[in-house]
């Protein structure tokens, strides 16, 4: 339940930096204040409505529900609570929790993770976060609109390890902006108490320095939530990342299934929910559906926004294929224009000579909703040109994923055999329509 609360929180966040903007557009600014507790309130209201029901869903389908502890018996038998429950087929779906990462003095000094800060009654007037992910950069900027002073702390090359490098190195200078400093390449080694305040040594590529805040947010990573489960008594396979599991989320007994975080492939609440309802079929099919994670959207929910898709140029690069890249500016979309949200790019990744996307990576307004344009080119698998000579409405965000597509240069000759959705139509239509298309456009 860790994402609702924060996107509520993000939500008051882009409120008050709009307010502070607001005579940019003309509206004359007669003042606001933040009342931490009401936004907390809010956040916990909405969370509340989102659970109000608890079980009995479930339970009208027939289901029945425990509240209890659970661990593993056998390979059948599952005790929860004081009862022991015998099934044939099993499926794990315990998620994660926050990894505290082994530095001397944190514990002693204290700090909160994400759960307890979606939580706090009191605003601290200085953090530091450890840790440069969506889950550091989201609080970030929470934290940082709220009036805190926010340091981020990242031992990797780049904030969003995962993410492309121009989109990393934009958003640093868009956190900068609202007054977050980062520090990249930067490990902490050591915390301790100072009085109200605590205290960070970290080692960075400047040398050893201190950093000292009112509180520390760890966002170093995530566990599988297994220490329970005595997953030994079922011969269940599992290591630091999560359960082992094979393409149709089988783990290593074959009645057992395991899927979601605790798998620990992709932490996304979308793809637990995909991998939850993989499982479920599988356990009770005679053939079972393998996962496909070959298009999976990923957002952090920033200002601006970041999403990604598929392969970046480094990754494309690394793997030896042949690629081409292209990429679009904010600054030039008259809507982003319009809304003065015109930071951030487009930048699309596409297979030299066919101009088949096999990559997207946005940073800037709506790009969590425009990730999707291009996963359902990719899906296709469609070439750049398609979503190029596709009419958008104008002025619209979207506009942006059209024009980065249509800095792809396309071989025309190499997409002769391309599928273009033509899958069902008589071969001799298809050639045809194929052939016009390749001269003339879509």
Same mark, same amino acid.
């Given at each position: 339940?860790?994402?609702?609360?924060?996107?509520?929180?993000?939500?008051?966040?882009?409120?008050?930096?709009?307010?502070?903007?607001?005579?940019?557009?003309?509206?004359?600014?007669?003042?606001?204040?933040?009342?931490?507790?009401?936004?907390?309130?809010?956040?916990?209201?909405?969370?509340?409505?989102?659970?109000?029901?608890?079980?009995?869903?479930?339970?009208?389908?027939?289901?029945?529900?425990?509240?209890?502890?659970?661990?593993?018996?056998?390979?059948?038998?599952?005790?929860? @609570?004081?009862?022991?429950?015998? *099934? +044939?087929?099993?499926?794990? #779906? &315990? %998620?994660?929790? $926050?990894?505290?990462?082994?530095?001397?003095?944190?514990?002693?000094?204290?700090?909160?993770?994400?759960?307890?800060?979606?939580?706090?009654?009191?605003?601290?007037?200085?953090?530091?976060?450890?840790?440069?992910?969506?889950?550091?950069?989201?609080?970030?900027?929470?934290?940082?609109?709220?009036?805190?002073?926010?340091?981020?702390?990242?031992?990797?090359?780049?904030?969003?390890?995962?993410?492309?490098?121009?989109?990393?190195?934009?958003?640093?200078?868009?956190?900068?902006?609202?007054?977050?400093?980062?520090?990249?390449?930067?490990?902490?080694?050591?915390?301790?108490?100072?009085?109200?305040?605590?205290?960070?040594?970290?080692?960075?590529?400047? @040398?050893?320095?201190?950093?000292? *805040? +009112?509180?520390?947010?760890? #966002? &170093? %990573?995530?566990? $599988?939530?297994?220490?329970?489960?005595?997953?030994?008594?079922?011969?269940?396979?599992?290591?630091?990342?999560?359960?082992?599991?094979?393409?149709?989320?089988?783990?290593?007994?074959?009645?057992?299934?395991?899927?979601?975080?605790?798998?620990?492939?992709?932490?996304?609440?979308?793809?637990?929910?995909?991998?939850?309802?993989?499982?479920?079929?599988?356990?009770?099919?005679?053939?079972?559906?393998?996962?496909?994670?070959?298009?999976?959207?990923?957002?952090?929910?920033?200002?601006?926004?970041?999403?990604?898709?598929?392969?970046?140029?480094?990754?494309?690069?690394?793997?030896?294929?042949?690629?081409?890249?292209?990429?679009?500016?904010?600054?030039?979309?008259?809507?982003?224009?319009?809304?003065?949200?015109?930071?951030?790019?487009?930048?699309?990744?596409?297979?030299?000579?066919?101009?088949?996307?096999?990559?997207?990576?946005?940073?800037?307004?709506?790009?969590?909703?425009?990730?999707?344009?291009?996963?359902?080119?990719?899906?296709?698998?469609?070439?750049?040109?398609?979503?190029?000579?596709?009419?958008?409405?104008?002025?619209?965000?979207?506009?942006?994923?059209?024009?980065?597509?249509?800095?792809?240069?396309?071989?025309?000759?190499?997409?002769?055999?391309?599928?273009?959705?033509?899958?069902?139509?008589?071969?001799?239509?298809?050639?045809?329509?194929?052939?016009?298309?390749?001269?003339?456009?879509?």
């Amino acid at each position: 339940m860790g994402c609702l609360p924060t996107k509520t929180l993000l939500r008051s966040a882009k409120l008050l930096d709009l307010f502070r903007d607001s005579e940019r557009f003309g509206i004359r600014n007669f003042g606001f204040e933040l009342d931490f507790g009401k936004v907390m309130e809010r956040s916990d209201a909405l969370i509340e409505a989102t659970v109000s029901q608890g079980p009995r869903p479930f339970e009208e389908q027939g289901v029945e529900y425990f509240h209890d502890p659970a661990r593993f018996l056998s390979p059948h038998e599952l005790q929860v @609570g004081e009862r022991v429950l015998r *099934a +044939e087929r099993f499926i794990i #779906a &315990t %998620g994660q929790l $926050p990894a505290i990462p082994p530095i001397p003095g944190l514990r002693e000094a204290g700090f909160i993770t994400n759960e307890q800060a979606t939580h706090l009654r009191e605003l601290p007037r200085s953090l530091v976060i450890l840790g440069g992910g969506a889950i550091g950069l989201e609080f970030a900027q929470i934290f940082s609109a709220f009036g805190c002073e926010v340091t981020v702390l990242e031992a990797a090359n780049q904030i969003l390890p995962r993410d492309d490098e121009d989109i990393a190195r934009l958003m640093v200078g868009y956190l900068d902006e609202r007054g977050v400093r980062v520090s990249t390449q930067t490990r902490a080694v050591a915390v301790k108490r100072q009085d109200e305040q605590k205290v960070v040594t970290a080692d960075t590529p400047e @040398g050893r320095h201190n950093v000292v *805040a +009112e509180e520390i947010l760890v #966002a &170093t %990573g995530r566990t $599988p939530n297994v220490q329970e489960l005595n997953l030994e008594a079922a011969g269940v396979a599992h290591d630091r990342r999560g359960i082992t599991v094979d393409e149709t989320m089988q783990t290593s007994v074959p009645h057992i299934w395991a899927a979601g975080d605790v798998a620990g492939k992709w932490l996304f609440t979308h793809v637990a929910a995909y991998e939850g309802r993989l499982a479920g079929r599988n356990a009770t099919a005679a053939h079972p559906r393998r996962a496909d994670y070959r298009i999976i959207p990923r957002v952090t929910f920033t200002d601006p926004e970041v999403a990604s898709i598929g392969y970046t140029e480094r990754e494309a690069r690394e793997a030896g294929l042949p690629v081409t890249t292209s990429t679009f500016s904010f600054q030039g979309l008259p809507k982003a224009v319009i809304d003065g949200e015109n930071e951030g790019i487009v930048k699309l990744v596409a297979v030299e000579g066919s101009g088949e996307i096999i990559g997207g990576h946005i940073v800037g307004p709506e790009a969590g909703t425009l990730i999707h344009e291009i996963a359902v080119a990719m899906a296709g698998p469609l070439p750049a040109d398609v979503v190029r000579h596709t009419i958008h409405a104008f002025p619209t965000y979207s506009e942006a994923v059209r024009w980065a597509a249509g800095g792809v240069p396309v071989d025309k000759a190499a997409l002769v055999g391309c599928v273009l959705c033509l899958r069902d139509v008589p071969a001799e239509v298809a050639t045809r329509a194929e052939r016009s298309w390749i001269e003339n456009g879509p």
